[in-house]
């Protein structure tokens, strides 16, 4: 996963004390809702629709108008249908897990990825270790901290820029 959303979670997620064990015994669940602009009941009336112009398809091809083909798959498995059953032999009970699975889709966070591939990290330079007035150290004269050697992180949207340009500017000053 990856893109603005999973960046910033991540960062909450780090500062869970026992992450890694979280982690290790699948504690830790994202859920997304794939159809957010359609409640449950528009979007059974939206697949009751559907279903009704493909009645002799099978289940693993009624999909295709609703939701993009790289997840079909998964929202079947999570449906737990049979992707080879008949839209036609899709029951009532059927529909209410198609509806769960796309409502709540489902995937289970099991690590985080290595450093190598790391797009935001956390850590640095305490925050009580620096006068927030100058940037410059507490512990060492004439030597000042800027941007993301600070241990602060921020939302994505310019949030960090943000950080490290006044953060930057009051050190610049400062000297």
Not at 93 to 108: G, L, P, S
Not at 109 to 120: C, N, T
Not at 154 to 173: E, H, R
Request: hydrophobic content about 35%; charged content about 30%; proline content about 3%.
């Amino acid at each position: 996963m990856s893109g603005p959303t999973i960046l910033s979670g991540s960062a909450h997620l780090l500062r869970v004390s026992n992450i890694e064990e979280e982690l290790k015994n699948k504690n830790i669940k994202l859920k997304i809702d794939l159809k957010p602009a359609l409640d449950e009941k528009k979007l059974n009336a939206r697949i009751i629709r559907e279903f009704n112009k493909i009645t002799n398809k099978q289940f693993k091809n009624s999909l295709k108008k609703l939701l993009p083909q790289k997840i079909i798959p998964a929202i079947i498995n999570q449906s737990g249908i049979s992707p080879e059953k008949q839209v036609n032999e899709i029951t009532k009970e059927d529909r209410k897990k198609i509806i769960n699975a796309i409502k709540q889709f489902t995937i289970t966070i099991s690590k985080f990825r290595d450093i190598e591939e790391a797009i935001i990290t956390s850590g640095g330079i305490d925050t009580k270790e620096i006068n927030p007035k100058t940037m410059e150290s507490k512990k060492v004269k004439g030597l000042y901290f800027a941007g993301e050697v600070i241990d602060v992180d921020a939302y994505t949207g310019g949030f960090n820029l943000q950080i490290a340009y006044s953060t930057g500017v009051t050190a610049g000053k400062s000297c």
